[in-house]
């Protein structure tokens, strides 16, 4: 019998036989194409998204290790924190060319579900893996924290 993968994506649940990167069955069978390919092999960050509320480099996780878990793309994100991080991100002018942005708005969603009011350190640290070769990251750390500050209601 044919070994099938159960995967729960953006709320809902997909089959498939084909253990593969997760990053290449995002975007080309369930052509989520917001989950970007930078580099395939870990080292950029664009393919970033949230598994269990943490974030994760999609490349490097397999659609058999990723069954069992929740994964949510930009796509898969509450209208609340869709909201709020495309406001607090234009405001800040974090977005220039715009590739790396998806991934970064993953790694800060996910830092705001699991740490609603972040330290610089903290959103830097979460945003380690994510290469931006445009912004110098400061304009990203500030849109982290101030999509954090609407999403806890501060403003
Ligand atoms: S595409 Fe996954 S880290 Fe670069
Ligand atoms: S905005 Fe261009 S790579 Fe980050």
Known sequence: MAVEYTLHINGRD???SENKSILRYLRDDLHLTSVKDGCSEGACGTCTII????AVKSC?????LAQGHDIVTIEGLTEREQEAF???FGAAGAVQCGFCIPG????????CRRTPDPTDLEISQAIKGNVCRCTGYKRILVGIKRAAAILRGDE
């Not at 598994?51 to 943490?54: G, I, Q, S, T």
């Not at 490097?60 to 058999?64: F, M, Y």
């Not at 970064?104 to 830092?111: E, K, Q, T, W």
């Open 104 to 111: 970064m708005v993953m790694a800060g969603a996910a830092l």
């Open 14 to 16: 997909y089959v498939t």
């Open 51 to 54: 598994v269990d509320n943490r």
């Open 86 to 88: 495309v406001y607090a």
């Open 60 to 64: 490097v996780l397999t659609t058999k």
